[in-house]
């Protein structure tokens, strides 16, 4: 495979490759790529601002993740974060530090990753930064978006009696991680390839995971407001004890509401895991997890792609779960923790 030296092209000369074909789409972008700032114009809406880091080693192991995948996951991670505010993703700035291992066709790989989520999800990218890091690959991504003047959605205000709800099925990711992770032990142990076990699903899950615009369009033409929202990046327990937290309310899930895609479900006993375990604790589902009123019952039960999965409570009844055998345990977040 032909390799170009980023050497070759410089800094400024990268960024011109890597962005020679790049689109706009929306009308609120009046500068993009190529001054000392773009310039945004969002004709009164109210602006929603979000950053997230991937950092190699720590977010992604380019040993299973291939780049194309990756500079799509950079993007639908961000952009999941403002859907989850209720909000439509408009642009994105992208920043990247790279060492000498990556040549130029590795970054065009990766971008062509990048440029397949902006177009499949109307989003411009109208700036960034690249520098070089002595290990590794690090990317960092802020996205912007738009929502009609105070229709945001927070964390800190669903209200007792409201319905929990979450979007798609959870712990699949998990499960790819799993399979991803003992696969690459396989192969450096004894260089035997890589038996994935025809698991799509899983893999796919954690590899090409998509934001839920579905579901946010839904609500809008259903009109229901969630009462709160975020997105699942940390597995089911993690995020449902931030709304309790931020709303000071308590909660009870039912495990049997919990929705489980059927292929994980039958990896996860092939591999003597319990289920549900992974879907409370697996973390890069990227579902949406937000409340409703009751009265919003009958509309949502019409999506199938919407699961209700408990209630809000007072807080001083605590934050439980209802197994299926009919007891009742503490809710602990037990999800994915990048600092450790």
Not at 48 to 74: A, N, Q, R
Not at 146 to 161: I, L, M, P
Not at 226 to 240: A, F, K, N, V, Y
């Amino acid at each position: 495979m032909e390799r170009t030296e980023i050497s070759s092209l410089g800094e400024f000369g990268l960024i011109d490759h890597l962005t020679q074909n790049n689109e706009t789409r929306n009308a609120s972008t009046i500068l993009s790529i190529g001054d000392d700032a773009a310039v945004i114009d969002n004709f009164g809406k109210q602006t929603v601002v979000t950053t997230d880091m991937l950092v190699e080693g720590i977010h992604f192991d380019l040993m299973y993740t291939p780049l194309k995948h990756l500079g799509y996951k950079s993007v639908i991670v961000n952009i999941s974060d403002i859907y989850a505010m209720n909000a439509t993703p408009t642009h994105i700035t992208l920043s990247i530090a790279f060492s000498n291992r990556f040549s130029v066709e590795a970054l065009d790989e990766f971008y062509e990753g990048v440029y397949a989520a902006c177009e499949k999800y109307g989003v411009d990218l109208i700036g960034g930064d690249t520098t070089s890091s002595q290990k590794g690959f690090v990317i960092s991504v802020t996205a912007i978006g738009e929502v009609t003047q105070d229709k945001f959605v927070k964390r800190s205000t669903a209200q007792k009696g409201d319905l929990l709800c979450v979007s798609g099925f959870l712990g699949g990711a998990f499960l790819g991680l799993t399979i991803l992770e003992r696969e690459k032990k396989i192969f450096a142990e004894t260089g035997a390839q890589p038996d994935l076990e025809n698991q799509a699903y899983i893999v796919g899950k954690l590899l090409k995971p998509e934001a839920r615009k579905d579901i946010v369009e839904f609500l809008a033409e259903s009109n229901i407001t969630p009462t709160s929202m975020m997105d699942i990046s940390d597995g089911l327990s993690s995020e449902t004890l931030h709304i309790c937290k931020q709303s000071e309310l308590g909660c009870i899930v039912y495990e049997e509401k919990i929705p489980i895609h059927e292929d994980a479900r039958q990896f996860a006993y092939k591999l003597e895991l319990d289920p549900t375990a992974c879907a409370l604790s697996g973390g890069e589902d990227y579902e949406l997890l937000f409340t409703i009123a009751q009265a919003d019952y009958e509309k949502i039960v019409l999506n199938e792609q919407i699961s209700v999965i408990g209630y809000m409570t007072e807080k001083s009844e605590g934050v439980h779960i209802l197994t299926k055998g009919g007891n009742k345990h503490q809710l602990i977040a037990q999800g994915w923790n990048h600092m450790q």
